[in-house]
């Protein structure tokens, strides 16, 4: 039998491993979620047309609103159907049970990580799920990798000046997940000076200005007046080694 074609407005496209514990959150967690967030939950064993599977997962690739992203366990075919929605530059909130499993370069991205062992982790996903799904389809430009919001077929529509600000954004956001990552038993100790040194030379490397690199330090423990003097220390090397450069 064939079920009803969902709208390209209506429906959400759920990319996923299938069979084992993939199958319960898919019904009694991702559904819900979706519906409560105004689409359509669909994933590609709801097709039962005789047509090429690829063929049609591409179709809903191509015409669903949001993609949702199960990276659990980095199944192949999950990263195979999600480098299809990036190439077309397509909105896609990732859904993870460890970091581990999310490509470094895709950590800038919305990813949702959740823990089994938390009372009511379900709840809590679903929940999260929703509001992703939400402020998704409210800027779907900050789902995207930044390559590929200059795509034809990108629903995203934005100006130079913002791709560049999202991509240096998402470059800050991936690498503080790096380091929550790594720094998980020891979040609450704030970070040594040639720690901090480092964070420091890869923010100005990305082009981030002095204030917001003063700022987010400031979280990890780091005095402002250190984090400030560090920068035009690093700065004034800066300037030293081109001149020496350039004579």
Avoid at 137 to 161: D, M, N, Q, Y
Avoid at 223 to 237: D, G, V, Y
Wanted: glycine residues 4%.
């Amino acid at each position: 039998m064939k079920k009803q074609k969902k709208k390209k407005e209506n429906f959400c496209f759920v990319i996923m491993p299938f069979g084992d514990w993939f199958n319960e959150y898919y019904e009694k967690i991702y559904c819900p979620a979706i519906k409560s967030a105004g689409l359509i939950p669909t994933r590609s064993d709801d097709l039962y047309r005789p047509s090429s599977i690829v063929q049609d997962i591409w179709s809903y690739t191509q015409n669903a609103k949001v993609i949702l992203a199960e990276l659990t366990d980095k199944n192949p075919n999950v990263f195979y159907e999600l480098g299809l929605a990036h190439a077309i530059g397509k909105p896609a909130i990732f859904v993870t049970k460890t970091i581990e499993d999310v490509p470094f370069d895709l950590r800038g991205l919305r990813v949702i990580q959740y823990d089994t062992n938390v009372p009511d982790w379900g709840k809590v996903l679903q929940d999260n799920i929703k509001q992703a799904i939400k402020e998704t389809l409210e800027a779907p430009e900050e789902s995207i990798p930044p390559t590929f919001l200059g795509v034809k077929k990108t629903e995203a529509k934005v100006t130079r000046e913002r791709r560049n600000y999202l991509n240096l954004e998402s470059k800050v956001e991936r690498l503080e997940r790096e380091t929550r990552s790594l720094s998980l038993h020891n979040s609450d100790r704030p970070i040594p000076p040639d720690e901090a040194e480092e964070f420091i030379k890869r923010y100005l490397r990305m082009g981030m200005p002095v204030e917001l690199i003063a700022n987010k330090l400031k979280h990890r423990g780091v005095p402002t007046n250190w984090s400030l003097e560090k920068i035009r220390e690093l700065k004034m090397a800066q300037v030293h080694m081109h001149y020496r450069a350039s004579s």
